[in-house]
Structures are given as C-alpha cells and as structure tokens.
C-alpha cells in the first residue's frame, strides 16, 4: 500500500479525489507513451479542455491537500473546508458537473480520450455517492483529525520551497484546522462505535506529531516572528486535538450506536464507479472463493514439499519465526531492491525508467494504526522535491514481547521479498515511475485502485513464476519454497480481504467473524486479523487486490491467446503501463480493442 494511501481515502470520503503520484525517470521515451495530448480531432481536444476545467475550477480549489501532493503549489496556504454547507456546495458543483461531463457524446472521442471521460465521469459519480449516501463526514471522526494532520504532514515530507515558504502555508493551514475540527462536533451525528474507537487510537500519535515531529521539520534559519506564529498556530492545534479527543471520549463515543457498513446497493455502485466492475457481489464472492481454495491448495503443496511431518499451519508457524531484528528491518529491505532490479533486467520484466532509489524509512506516526508498508511517491507535478520514500512500520518499544512477536510474523524474510515486490520492484514504484511520461493530465491524476493495487499484487505471484526463486537462492530449494509460502500467504490475505469487505458491509460477517476469518482462512496472525479488519470497517472495497490481479492476469492471458508466438512479457507490462492508472475495464479495451469480460 501506498503511503497515505489511508489518508487519501480519508481525503477521498470528504471531497472525492483520487491521487495518482510519480517520480522523474529518464529511460523511457516520451514519445513511446500514448497520449490524450494527441489527440487532433476537434471533439478530443474540447474534452480535454473541459478536463482542465473541472481540475482547475473544482478539483483543486476544493482539494488544497491534495494539490500539495500533486506538486501544484498555488493552494498550499489553505485548507479543505469540512464544514456541512462545504459539503452541500460540493454535491451541487459536482451535479453540476456530472451535466456537463454526461452531455459529450462518447461515439465523437478516440478511444484514448473516451476512456479519460468515463475515468472524470466516475469520479464525480463516486464523490457523490460518498457524500449523499455513504456519508464519512457524517460518521467517521478520523477524517478530521487524520485529514488535518496529512495536511500538515504534505508540507513537511520534501522539501519544494524554502523552509520559511512551507512554514508560512503550514502556519495558514494550522490557523484553519481548530475550526475544521468544530466543524467535527456539528457533523458526527451517531457515528459507528469503531469509527470512534480508532479515531482514539490514532489521537496520541497525532498529537505527538504535532508536538515532536511537526516543529522538528522547521528548525534552523527561520525569522523569530515566524517562529512565534508558528508557535502560536501549532499550540493551538494542539490544543483543538486534544479537546477533540477528550469530545470523543466523553462525548460521542458513549454514544456511538452508528453501523459502518455501507450495504449491497451503494457497494456495487462504488465498485461500478471506482472499478468499472458491474458483476453481482455472489459472483464476486464465487470468484474469489475459487481462487482462495487454489492459493490455500498451492499453499499445503509447498508446506508438504518443505516438511510432510506438519500442517501447513505448523509450517506457516516456522515460516512468521524467521524474521531480522526489528533494527535490521530497513537495511533487510534496501538490500532486497538490489536482487529485484537484477532479476527484471536479467529476465526483461519490464523497462525501469530510472536508477534512482526509493529512501527506506520509519512510516509516520499517524500512518503506524493502519499500515504495515507503503510506497509515498511525489507528485506528477512536482518540480523540484522528488524523492520517493518505501515506509515500513516497526513495532513499538513499550509493546509486550507477544505483541511484538506476532507484529513481526509479517516481516518474515520471505514476506519481505513479496512486499518488496509490491510497493517497489517492480510494483507501486515502477509503476509510479511510468506515470512521469504519460502527457494526459487526466491519467496522472485519476485512476483505479484495481488498476494500482493490482498490479503490484499481480507482480507478487508474477516475478516467482518467472523464476525469481531460483534467482535469489540458485541451490537451496528450501528458500525457493520459503518464498513461493511468504507470496501464497500474501494472497491468502488479499483473498481475506476480498470476502471481508463484501460480508461485513453487506450484514454477513460480523468483526469478530471477520477477524476469525483472516486467521482461519487468510493464515495471518490474530494482531494483523484485527489491523485488517479494523481498516475493512472503513475501506470497504479493499478486495481491489484480488480483483484487479485477476484481472491483470486474464488480460495478460487473452493478449497471449490472440497473438501467439509473438507476445512479449516486457512488451505486454510495458504497454499496461502507457494506459495510466485507468480502470482494467479501460485498459483491456486498449490492448484488447474489444468489450470482453475482465474476469
């Protein structure tokens, strides 16, 4: 996952973006891309213009956070309005548009441009299924608290204007946020108890941010009267967290009474919208169920291969013991990237459009709740602070050694080199590398999630069938099984989430099946069970792992039917990556020139 991926649906529930972020590279040519820009016909370039015209009059001006990650600084000063009137203008506006969006006849635009209409048209569909029906404003506390601290942290991660340029937008955005903080108390109307519960729990660590970590970004050459206003704004943050806090724990958490599940209706549209996935939730779960038993299947193969004396559940025991010292966990990362980028050049994966390295670090205190690992990239406009960072979450020093012990059953050796795989080589970060040559703004802003983290799941299973295995460990069989078990238990926890996300918030499942759920069939350990289905409670379309790898996978294989002895792995990756973040549904039209089912 994405750093502040969590924060950007957190962004998304209140004011329906959808961030697509990239870093500079220089291997692959621009002119090898295709592009909107183009496009000639006089239809394609009035809907481009019509794109920037929704970005720059409604899109940015309504989503300052979020312009500040996509590297556009012109909003760095403000903040997003949380207040409930905020919330009615944007469903006129996005109305509003939808009108003008729905009104340009599809049939005039070429295929490239058609799909960045169907990819504006969602989004704006989706933001007000969110706002009028799914109602996060309404019900989830942590919007507002998380919301204003990635605000802050978007300021503070690169370093895109002098420190007295940034403090001075931080300074006017920290002036906004105890007034979005009231706006909190006036729109939280019965929220879900977890809501509340993980609001909580996310309170401390923020606060500390603000405390520690917040001041610490801006130490050095400031003038004495900025660092008074600073002083003053960042104290009064504080403070708003703080009396936020003690609001919910007093006040709305004794009646939290609200249901988090969304139910089957708005489900479907919000997989309609985000994914462009129109099957019904049974045929859905019949799909992943299938696929559950044959990762579950391959799993006990490999298990039996590495020791026929156990279960596969006593292997996978062995498997969450060897890990490195939670000290040794960046360094163990850093050096897995060097044997990943030889395999792809070695085996012709896919182009890398650069040599430059994500930085491996500590995730951010606000991220830890809810993420393990995550890949936080510069924006597709971002000029001058682009670097890349691969945030791991290491385990607390006041936890109990239990605790720690089964925090740590994730960061085995082999589970590192799957995650690895995701987020970086040749995952999110490559990916996020390709996006810097796509010339169609509509591509590097918009996207799909089955599209992002499917790819990076699909590569997960993809690098070990093309031998990664054998690369890494040339004479030791039992390490190649090590790392196939890590990926199958990687999967298992996709496939996990997949059913998780359909029955909770349709009324099948309830938290505590859940989490029994994540253990029993998903093979993961009761702590990671909880973290994923705490996050389930609020991201429930999370199966978009499963669902776009399997659909990355029948596209790859149709491609491979209809051309035979001429189909490429390299050529095939490379040409996913020239069609953005778009939904598969929009890709395999591309590739496929055809209106075949994605699964």
């Known amino acids: 996952m994405r750093l502040g991926e969590v924060m950007i649906k957190i962004m998304q529930a209140v004011f329906g973006v959808v961030v697509a972020c990239t870093l500079t590279g220089t291997a692959v040519s621009a002119q090898t891309v295709a592009t909107a820009a183009t496009a000639q016909s006089a239809p394609d370039q009035a809907f481009l213009r019509l794109a920037d015209d929704y970005f720059d009059t409604y899109y940015f001006p309504t989503n300052p956070t979020t312009a500040t990650t996509d590297g556009l600084h ?30 340009v006849n599809p049939a005039s635009l070429s295929e490239y441009v058609r799909g960045d209409r169907d990819l504006v048209l969602n989004n704006i569909h989706s933001t007000l299924l969110t706002l009028q029906t799914i109602r996060p404003w309404q019900k989830n506390p942590d919007v507002y608290s998380s919301g204003i601290t990635n605000s802050a942290f978007t300021l503070m991660e690169r370093k895109f204007a002098a420190p007295d340029v940034r403090l001075r937008a931080l300074i006017a955005r920290e002036q906004l946020m105890p007034a979005a903080l009231a706006e909190a108390r006036k729109n939280l109307d019965n929220p879900p108890q977890i809501y509340t519960e993980i609001a909580l729990q996310q309170l401390p660590g923020l606060v500390h941010f603000f405390q520690n970590d917040v001041p610490s970004a801006f130490t050095g050459g400031t003038d004495a009267s900025l660092k008074k206003q600073f002083a003053d704004s960042n104290a009064a943050v ?76 006593q292997v996978l025991g062995e498997l969450a013991s060897d890990y490195p010292a939670s000290d040794k966990i960046l360094d163990t990362f850093r050096d897995t990237f060097s044997h990943l980028i030889a395999f792809i050049n070695q085996k012709q994966i896919i182009t890398i459009p650069s040599d430059v390295r994500p930085i491996v670090e500590e995730t951010p205190p606000f991220m830890r709740a809810t993420t393990f690992a995550s890949m936080d990239t510069p924006g597709p406009y971002e000029a001058v602070a682009k670097e890349a960072y691969f ?124 989490i029994d759920f994540f253990v029993k069939e998903g093979y993961q350990s009761r702590a990671v069970g909880e973290v994923e289905t705490k996050r389930g409670t609020s991201d429930p379309t999370y199966l978009y792992y499963t669902l776009g790898k399997l659909q990355i996978m029948k596209l790859r294989a149709d491609l491979a039917a209809k051309q035979g002895k001429d189909f490429n792995l390299m050529q095939f990756h490379n040409a996913f990556m020239q069609q953005g973040f778009a939904p598969i549904r929009i890709v395999r039209q591309a590739m496929l020139h055809d209106n075949s089912p994605t699964l």
């Open 74 to 103: 012109a909003y760095d000063g403000k903040l997003e309005d949380y207040s409930r009137a905020a919330v009615d203008a944007n469903v006129k506006a996005l109305q509003q548009w939808q009108t003008r969006v729905a009104a």
């Open 238 to 313: 504080i403070k708003a967290l703080q009396d936020y806090q003690a609001w919910l724990q007093s006040d709305a958490l004794p009646r939290s009474h609200g249901d988090f599940r969304i139910g089957a209706a708005a489900f479907r549209d919000k997989l309609k919208y985000d994914e462009m996935v129109n099957l019904p939730l049974d045929q859905l779960v019949a799909i992943d169920m299938a696929n559950m038993r044959q990762n579950q299947q391959a799993f006990a193969d490999v298990a039996k291969q590495l020791d026929p004396t156990k279960t596969p559940q």
């Open 391 to 514: 945030n791991v979450t290491l385990p607390e020093s006041d936890w109990s050694k239990q605790r720690t012990q089964e925090f740590m059953a994730q960061f085995s050796y082999p589970v590192i080199s799957t995650i690895a795989t995701h987020e970086a080589y040749p995952g999110h970060y490559i990916q996020f590398l390709w996006m810097h040559h796509l010339d169609d703004r509509v591509r590097k802003l918009l996207g799909a999630n089955t599209n992002v983290e499917g790819w990076a799941h699909y590569c997960e299973q993809m690098m070990l069938d093309e031998g990664l295995a054998q690369f890494e460990f040339p004479n030791d069989k039992h390490q190649q099984l090590l790392l196939r078990l890590g990926q199958l238990q990687d999967a298992l926890l996709r496939n996990a989430r997949f059913i998780v996300g359909i029955k909770l918030h349709t009324g099948q499942m309830t938290m505590d099946q859940a």
